[in-house]
């Protein structure tokens, strides 16, 4: 396959990023007209399972894996259950673009654990992207002001950000453990194990609370449908697409999601946020990309 040029690939990957901050707008549509997250979740990643499955039969790779990587590989699967649990949790909860925010502060998780886990010392760059990514996500979260002004802010906002940074340290995980366990499995492969055990736990742990709860209506159908569709023809196009880019930090586009849920949180679903906390925002994925940008 052919290269695609920098400004192409950074531009498909800001689309990218677009569509899964529109998957999240998507839920949060879903979930306003009586979805369940378990239900959220289990669709979603239950179709992507099989859109993955199908990919992998066309495109002739062979599905077999080594009981040792198999068991890891579910291992990973069950993790990325409680990440996508916690992430629509967050979701909703509290306006996406902010659950996003929160939930995109993973990159920095993973180095630390990286640091905590195997002694290698984060760059330098870190110890400036940390700080200023938690002062942003503190404005973005709007948790400044009074002692008793922060106590009820936290009291609004507390359990959805609860379950967005619960979501972020279950995927810093999940990329450690990719990494050091899944490296040679093929992306696809790695997707196919990981959203059918997602599908498999939570559509199983829903079953048995009752909590497997279906749209009440024609537009909470459209919310699943929607979000079902967006993520799954994303999550496969970064297969397509990341392995031509020329230069592997484009990918840093991805992070753009965030900005972009904030923008249609406004537009679609009138989650309005004030202007420091848009600046907030953008010191978070400043930071991000930052950070990113100095992998080599």
Request: proline share 3%; hydrophobic share 60%.
């Amino acid at each position: 396959m052919s290269a695609i040029s920098q400004r192409l690939g950074v531009a498909l990957l800001m689309l990218l990023a677009s569509m899964f901050a529109s998957n999240h707008i998507a839920a949060r549509l879903a979930f306003d007209h009586g979805t369940s997250v378990s239900a959220a979740v289990g669709v979603r990643s239950g179709v992507t399972a099989l859109v993955m499955l199908a990919l992998l039969r066309l495109q002739g790779v062979s599905a077999a894996l080594p009981r040792a990587t198999l068991a890891r590989g579910l291992g990973i699967g069950v993790l990325v259950a409680v990440q996508s649990f916690c992430l629509y949790s967050a979701v909703a909860r509290i306006p996406v673009g902010l659950a996003l925010l929160a939930f995109n502060t993973f990159p920095m998780l993973l180095v630390l654990l990286t640091w905590a886990a195997t002694g290698e010392r984060p760059p330098r760059r870190v110890l400036v992207a940390i700080p200023v990514a938690l002062c942003g996500l503190v404005l973005a979260l709007d948790v400044v002001g009074s002692a008793q002004a922060i106590e009820g802010r936290w009291a609004v906002i507390g359990t959805g950000v609860g379950f967005a940074l619960g979501a972020a340290c279950s995927f810093a995980v999940v990329l450690f453990l990719t990494t050091h366990w899944l490296k040679e499995v093929d992306g696809r492969l790695r997707t196919l194990l990981t959203m059918g055990t997602t599908a498999v736990v939570v559509s199983a742990i829903g079953a048995a609370t009752h909590a497997l709860a279906l749209p009440a209506d024609g537009e909470g159908w459209l919310g699943l449908a929607l979000l079902t569709l967006l993520y799954g023809t994303a999550i496969t196009a970064i297969f397509t697409v990341v392995p031509r880019l020329q230069a592997a930090s484009n990918t840093v586009a991805l992070n753009f999601e965030p900005v972009m849920a904030l923008f249609l949180g406004w537009a679609i679903l009138d989650q309005a946020i004030a202007p420091r906390q848009i600046f907030g925002a953008f010191l978070v994925v400043g930071a991000i990309v930052y950070l990113s940008t100095g992998r080599r």
